[in-house]
């Protein structure tokens, strides 16, 4: 991309993140069926969320994939497991056969317990998985690869990211950490989703670059009088459901059971160049190159032999 035609943050009062309509946020609208471009038409490029009730629920991962099956799977794999709180991540690393029995044994937390918010619970979360056993993308199929831009297609396994943990595991409210659009596959149980525009950021007590301290299941207003200005919506996603989530949307998750699921972040032409203006708005200059190498991806069309090998680092990065 020509260096002369790059969006600074001086742009940004006219980015799209900023000027979604909070109308379009007060309900996520669910279907059945959609097309390819119906979903890039009417709610990628349109920036609104959707849920597909069902979307993926004919593939073998629905009817295989449970912490049963990845105790056997994928027995040799080592993955980082993450503890979040409402202050930091830790990191620890464990088989992911040993983390696939804890999650059989562990206790449920209830909301409400002291210990509920940011969910103090060890967490398989955001892993390359699929990248990793790349196998197990065969169980995902048909994939609905057009819905993603075109350089992420032939090898869309690659930019997933995993997750598997026990009932009451919990991420606290953020954002993607690129400000991409963000595909959510959810294969075995359910989770509870709250969602807000990108616009409302600044009444959710924001920490860093994209997590925010207000709990939406339980908002002391007290510390967060701005919280009440925000319209959330709740929803619950289903095994075999799929949630589109636009750029920037903050989301806190709640597994209301056992859960499995995977997500991809993906850029379009316009969503990279709305990241990149806001460049300079504290966005961590790792998180700058990772659009940057997005950018020569979906803009400029550089080869993926080229740009994954260098935007892969992004997928275990912690932030």
Known sequence: MDKNTMITSRDAPNNRLLMLKESDWSSV??????????????YRDSMKPVLIR??????????RWSPQHFETVAESVTVPIKTLSNSEIKVSTWQLAEYARFVMEAQPRKVGDSTSFAAAIPYCHDIPLLGLVESLAE???????????PSY??????????????KGTVTPLHFDT??????????????????????QTAHCGRRGWRWFDVDPEQPDYARF????????????????DILYMPPGALHHVRSLSTSVSFAIDFHTK???????ALSNDGMPSEVVYYNAIA????????????????????????S
Request: glycine share 4%; with cysteine.
């Open 29 to 42: 609208p669910s279907v059945t069926e959609i097309s390819d471009r119906e979903f890039a038409d009417v």
């Open 54 to 63: 069902g979307g993926c629920s004919s593939w073998i991962a629905c009817q």
């Open 139 to 149: 169980d995902c199929q048909p994939f609905p690869e057009d819905f993603l831009s």
């Open 153 to 166: 297609r032939k090898h869309w396994w690659r930019y997933s990211q995993f997750f598997m943990g026990p």
């Open 178 to 199: 690129l400000l991409s659009h963000n595909l959510f596959f959810q294969i075995f149980g359910t989770k509870q989703f709250t969602m807000l525009p990108y616009s």
């Open 225 to 240: 009088p701005e919280y009440k200005r925000t319209t959330p919506t709740v929803i619950t996603v289903d095994a075999g």
């Open 270 to 276: 316009q969503s990279v160049l709305d990241a990149l």
């Open 295 to 318: 950018a020569l991806s979906v803009i400029s069309e550089v080869s993926e032999s080229i740009t994954f090998p260098l935007y892969k680092k992004y997928l275990s990065y912690i």
